[in-house]
């Protein structure tokens, strides 16, 4: 009965095996201020700006609360962080998260999360979208319980983000309306249906112009209703139920009402393809990204972020004449230095030689400057600039001796410069105004950058201007709002090479054009006038960059769904619109225009007075509080429920007593997340079988350490039957039959304290200290049956082996900057090295190395990998070890145990084609060759993003072995020995839903020359 008695009694480090980190880099002294209805997280240096934030939650509240016809119970959690960087820092979520993520609400403990941004308008655009949110989920909560939260879930992502975009904006939203001008431009309008179900749709932008047209048509009382009804029926009965249409209807009216609208608009303006020269001819669809141009001073070469490799955003230099690559500058993934690229509010700059260029990188929890050698590629040195977290748009000086950025302090923005051969530091600007995107001017006396020093700024009020052109005087310290263009934004101020100009980009009729700003005279020219606008990655990105020496301009344009670079030489007045630009090159009247119609999001003919929306929009007092402060208090960790799975409980007799079958599970945290517990109780057996897991984990600085203490019961049930006699009293012996049912109990009792040391978001230090107690146990209930009848019952406890008490130390190196495809990585590479060691009852130590590298050419990844993993020492051996086995389809497929019949076997004692599977070390290699057949238009043969499939064909090869039973490293179908075994085959991989990865795999296993092609499957994504 040996057999019976293997358990597992190796290291269990209960972290990530691979995975990215999330690094606290630094320690917030969080506060708490109360306010009505609202508790805000903050910390000390955001105290002016997380105020302002608290009075802007208490308006929303108010317009939210008067839509929905909905109040709070209870004060709701708002988290603010003073810079995206400390944002990105937050435990709240495990997720990492990226700089696209502006903000987000999490439904457990109904926490609101977001990061300032310099810019109070946008801060109370994010607040009001997350308070959507909020609404969303405390009307689920409160009417429908979980159960709500779970039909929400079921909604499309377009319904409910798209809801939080229309009731923090509106109709007038000139962005949207952009990308709804491209795709009627491009006859490429989605159906609601099609927005639905394919999340290359941006739910965002649609969504917003979905709810704009039905508030538009049915009023904006139909929100809640139509929200309401779609929890109880989903949103497609919802629709018909309370806009007296079906699904299909609404979207053909829907398109219609957009054609209506910008078909006339389209019409008067040219195509992004006729204002200049596109930079790049691979990048006229939405499957690359390029933005942010940032071109040399004699216009040769031009630097850009772009997702042209897919999966990263990386810095590029190409020529600016021809287009071609030339290099990548940087890849921050490729950098171990720092974390990321900056690249939504941020561009770079060229030194005035050309022989440099900075730009904002992410790292070690702050930005940087990072300044790279053109030539060398190399960062050549990072400036971290004390005290200010967040960085954007640097601009070197003509002199090459600063530079000038926009830096973030406490979620206020101003202007700051760099001496760089001391690292000296000058603020320029000190107050609440946003102050963005500066440009150096040719004489290096003047700063120009965007602003919302307007006369609609008023933060006891909190209203904002949009954003206008200033210029700073270096020499006074004078700031200089120009005079034109208060309606609309007017952003991303660039110097003409002769300094007299100034290129921007505003939208004053409600698409984003290149103007041109004498600043002489004060005359205006609008040089471009496309159907779809000049803009970055949001509506305040920087766009335009313009050489120094040369005058050569380069732009990004919307098209097709995406960010397409053009570039142009310096026009002149009579060239303006043969290239493009404006039908008329006389300058622009004084004053704003009257016509913004191409910046609303269509039903247009929707006055503001007719609208909800728009009336609170433009109602700066309604709700909003009489006080600027609030009281506040240290904030203190306190354990809330967070999760309560299901519970789950059955019960029934057996002949070892009451079985019960079910289980439960719990989370708790902390509101910031510092503090996280995890419980776990499982039944599968007896009251005696019961098994739980207890974790605690403490995440608030950068080690990150954590309890685990289980109770683990491995239970094994085996039935045998027997002939004998039975002799009854008094009678004749009879045939009778043993009926002998045996419980095997592998009870195992862990504690351990675990460690993780992060040193970026892409390498670890991993260590855990446990002590473990295995006891066995052997049962045995028995049954003399007789004649049809039971005439004896036995329960017998049999000899178990002694029990194991064991020390076990575990460290490990970890490495993962790998990204993700559907069902598998897809580029990149993982690494984990591991060392253990166990004392006690059996000594021994482990060693675990695992590599894998993705080498990705779209559509196609080449991934290979090795691996190894062993135990050594006196005790490696010891029969009381679980042995390791090579056949699991994670390792070499082909050789499952299940697929072996006494066909594989050649005789003699046991099998030794299955016995040389087995060992107490083991190694393999594996090589697949990958291709999405089912997938996404840029991640896909087909695109059918519904059921993602991947395609592979695969080579698998290892082998097993033991202390004093070494393998014969030779490769023949057909031996006895203990030989390397290989497969290859092909496999399907499926990702069902988000839930789960199955593959299914046909493989041939070479060294079962009997077998033949085997099928199998398994439910794991891709190594």
């Known amino acids: ?243 007296g249409m079906d699904e299909e209807d609404l979207s053909k009216d829907w398109i219609a009402s957009l054609k209506a609208t910008y078909g006339p608009q389209i019409a008067a303006r040219t195509k992004p393809s006729d204002i200049g020269t596109r930079l790049l001819k691979d990048d006229g669809d939405a499957r690359t990204m390029n933005v942010s141009p940032a071109v040399s001073p004699d216009g040769r070469y031009v630097a850009f972020l772009s997702s042209r490799s897919l999966f990263t955003i990386d810095l590029y230099l190409a020529d600016a004449q021809t287009g071609a690559i030339i290099t990548r500058l940087l890849n921050a993934d490729a950098a171990p230095h720092m974390d990321a690229l900056r690249f939504i509010n941020s561009a770079g700059s060229f030194s005035p030689d050309g022989k440099k260029f900075a730009t904002i990188t992410y790292a070690q929890g702050d930005d940087e400057i990072s300044i790279l050698d053109v030539a060398s590629r190399d960062v050549e040195r990072s400036i971290k600039i004390k005290d200010v977290g967040e960085l954007s748009n640097p601009s070197w000086s003509p002199d090459g001796r600063q530079i000038v950025f926009s830096g973030s302090r406490g979620g206020i923005s101003d202007l700051y410069t760099i001496e760089l051969a001391n690292r000296q530091v000058h603020r320029l600007t000190d107050d609440r105004y946003a102050d963005m995107q500066p440009s150096w001017s040719p004489d290096g006396k003047t700063i120009a950058f965007s602003t919302d020093r ?105 098209e097709h769904g995406s960010y397409v670079i053009y570039w142009r030489e310096a026009p002149g007045v009579s060239s303006a619109a043969a290239a493009g630009g404006a039908p008329a090159a006389a300058p622009l009247a004084a004053g704003d225009s009257t016509d913004r119609s191409s910046g609303v999001l ?28 609030f009281p506040s208090q240290e904030y203190s960790p306190t354990l809330h429920l967070s999760y309560l799975g299901t519970p789950v409980f059955g019960a029934s007799i057996s002949s070892f007593g009451t079985y019960f079958v079910g289980g439960i599970s719990a989370y708790f945290s902390d509101m910031l997340g510092y503090n996280q517990l995890a419980a776990t109780l499982q039944f599968n057996g007896t009251f005696e079988d019961a098994g739980g897991i207890v974790q605690y984990m403490y995440t608030k600085n950068r080690w990150n350490w954590g309890v685990t203490a289980a109770h683990i019961p491995n239970v094994l049930y085996g039935q045998y039957t027997s002939t004998t006699t039975y002799e009854p009293p008094g009678g004749q012996p009879i045939p009778a039959v043993v009926y002998e049912q045996l419980k095997q109990s592998i009870l195992e009792d862990d504690i351990s304290l675990l460690g993780a040391y992060p040193f970026s978001t892409t390498r670890r230090f991993e260590m855990s200290v446990g002590y473990t107690h295995v006891g066995y146990s052997l049962d045995s209930h028995s049954q003399l049956i007789a004649d049809g009848q039971i005439v004896r019952e036995v329960d017998t406890s049999y000899p178990a082996p002694p029990s194991l008490n064991l020390l076990q130390t575990s460290m490990a190196f970890v490495g993962d900057n790998s990204y993700f495809g559907y ?21 021994f130590a482990t060693l675990l190395l695992d590599y894998r590298k993705y080498f990705f050419a779209r559509p196609v990844t080449f991934a290979v990998r090795g691996y190894h993993y062993g135990r050594y020492g006196g005790d490696a051996e010891n029969p009381q070890l679980n042995p390791l086995f090579l056949g699991y389809p994670t390792n070499v497929r082909g050789y499952e145990s299940s697929s072996f019949t006494d066909a594989d076997c050649s005789g003699g004692p046991g099998c030794p084609e299955y016995d040389r599977l087995i060992g107490s070390r083991i190694a393999l290699a594996s090589a697949e060759v990958r291709v999405p057949l089912f997938g996404t238009t840029g991640f896909g043969l087909i695109n059918f993003p519904f059921l993602p499939v991947d395609l592979a064909a695969f080579a698998d090869g290892g082998v097993a072995w033991s202390a004093g039973d070494g393998a014969k490293l030779e490769f023949v179908r057909q031996s006895t020995d203990r030989i390397p075994v290989f497969s290859t085959g092909f496999s399907a991989r499926v990702n069902l839903f988000g839930y789960a990865v199955v593959e299914f795999y046909y493989a041939y296993p070479f060294q079962r020359p009997n077998a033949g092609w085997q099928f199998g499957w398994q439910i794991s994504p891709g190594w």
């Open 454 to 558: 307007g006369s609609e700024t008023d933060f006891t009020r909190l209203t904002y201007s949009e954003m206008r052109l200033a210029l700073y005087d270096l020499a006074t310290g004078t700031i200089t709002v120009l005079p034109r263009f208060a309606t609309g934004k007017n952003i991303n101020p660039q110097y003409s090479a002769d300094g007299g100009s100034l290129y921007f980009v505003a939208d004053r009729d409600g698409i984003s054009n290149l103007y041109l700003y004498d600043l002489a005279g004060g005359d205006v020219r609008q040089l471009t006038n496309i159907a779809t606008g000049v803009s970055g990655i949001t509506g305040g990105s920087p766009a335009i960059s313009v050489a120094r020496t040369s005058g050569r301009v380069m732009f990004s344009a919307f």
């Open 602 to 629: 269509p039903p247009a003919t929707v006055a503001h007075g007719d609208s909800s929306v728009s009336r609170y929009l433009h109602d700066a007092v309604t709700g909003r509080p009489q006080d600027t402060t």
């Open 1 to 243: 009965m040996a057999f019976l008695f293997w358990c597992v009694a190796t290291p269990r480090l209960d972290a990530q095996y691979f995975g990215r980190n999330k690094v606290h880099y630094e320690d917030f002294d969080f506060r708490v201020m109360q306010t009505e209805h609202f508790d805000v997280h903050y910390y000390p240096e955001e105290t002016l700006a997380a105020s302002d934030g608290a009075r802007m939650a208490e308006r929303w509240y108010s317009r939210l609360s008067n839509l929905f016809g909905h109040e709070f119970i209870s004060r709701k959690p708002l988290i603010l962080y003073a810079n995206q960087g400390d944002f990105q820092q937050t435990n709240v979520v495990d997720e990492l998260i990226e700089e696209g993520t502006g903000g987000f609400t999490e439904p457990l403990q109904d926490r609101v999360v977001l990061p300032l941004t310099g810019s109070y308008a946008y801060n109370d655009h994010v607040i009001g979208h997350e308070l959507v949110h909020e609404f969303q989920y405390d009307i689920v909560q409160r009417n429908m319980g979980r159960e709500g939260l779970q039909r929400m879930e079921q909604l499309p992502l377009w319904f409910i983000e798209g809801m939080a975009e229309y009731l923090s904006l509106g109709r007038v939203d000139p962005n949207t309306a952009m990308w709804m001008r491209d795709a009627v431009l491009q006859d490429k309008v989605p159906t609601i249906y099609d927005v639905s179900r394919n999340p290359s749709y941006f739910p965002y932008r649609y969504g917003q112009a979905i709810w704009a047209y039905i508030a538009g048509r049915w009023g904006d009382d139909i929100i809640p209703r139509l929200y309401a009804s779609a929890l109880v029926v989903g949103w497609e009965p919802a629709i018909k139920r309370q806009l």
């Open 823 to 843: 069902t598998s990585p897809v580029a990149g590479e993982r690494f984990r090295g591991e060392i253990g060691g166990t004392a006690g009852s059996l000594k």
